[in-house]
T-cell receptor, first 114, second 120 residues
Framework: EAQVTQNPRYLITVTGKKLTVTCSQN?????MSWYRQDPGLGLRQIYY???????DKGDVPEGYKVSRKEKRNFPLILESPSPNQTSLYFC?????????????FGPGTRLLVL | AQTVTQSQPEMSVQEAETVTLSCTYD???????LFWYKQPPSRQMILVIR??????QNATENRFSVNFQKAAKSFSLKISDSQLGDAAMYFC?????????????????FGKGTHLIIQP
């Protein structure tokens, strides 16, 4: 089954404690990205990657890092989480050819930073 | 930068009736892609319908259809014969054509969403 998986699904942490949210896709997609969703703001792109070792900032990259060492994985790293990073996070992937190809979303990771 | 506006934070409709969710966007590009996503209480993002800007014909997927007005930069979603399972947040999204040179974020720009309530 084609899917994007994220772990963990729920996470409560404290300010300053480094954390990583993993994302993996099994569709051999080149393009992967991370979004955060906040009430009243919709989804905003954090980082994206067009292929292995190619990453770039989206609209709200401050406080986040990513890496793309393998095509299937695109982890999101919060080196020093702060309460304003409390949010619902989505990983997504699609073929690089773009167009109307469906962007597949993961199930979301709900993060609470105390 | 492109912007997407959904002017209705919340809409309510009686079961079996028709409802239209509005979406407008701002862009200087001539070709682009538009999407409607549904987010039920499970928070999963589900693609409802999509449209390519250069295609004049409005997209249709079963009970879901769009009214795409390119000149007006409008992309509304019509849901016919509303069902209880249609209750969800609906997001309109815009994407630029893929840039093979790597320029641009090439991601989806989302509106803030419309919460659709279905009254039984």
């Amino acid at each position: 089954e084609a899917q994007v998986t994220q772990n963990p699904r729920y996470l409560i942490t404290v300010t300053g404690k480094k954390l990583t949210v993993t994302c993996s896709q099994n569709m051999n997609h080149e393009y992967m990205s991370w979004y955060r969703q906040d009430p009243g703001l919709g989804l905003r792109q954090i980082y994206y990657s067009m292929n292995v070792e190619v990453t770039d900032k989206g609209d709200v990259p401050e406080g986040y890092k990513v890496s793309r060492k393998e095509k299937r994985n695109f982890p999101l790293i919060l080196e020093s989480p702060s309460p304003n990073q409390t949010s619902l996070y989505f990983c997504a992937s699609r073929p690089l050819t773009g167009g109307l190809e469906t962007q597949y979303f993961g199930p979301g990771t709900r993060l609470l930073v105390l | 930068a492109q912007t997407v506006t959904q002017s209705q934070p919340e809409m309510s409709v009686q079961e079996a009736e028709t409802v239209t969710l509005s979406c407008t966007y701002d862009t200087s590009e001539s070709d682009y892609y538009l999407f409607w996503y549904k987010q039920p209480p499970s928070r999963q993002m589900i693609l409802v319908i999509r449209q390519e800007a250069y295609k004049q014909q409005n997209a249709t997927e079963n009970r879901f259809s769009v009214n795409f007005q390119k000149a007006a930069k409008s992309f509304s979603l019509k849901i016919s014969d509303s069902q209880l399972g249609d209750a969800a947040m609906y997001f309109c999204a815009y994407r630029s054509p893929t840039s093979y040179s790597g320029g641009g974020a090439d991601g989806l720009t989302f509106g803030k969403g419309t919460h659709l309530i279905i009254q039984p």
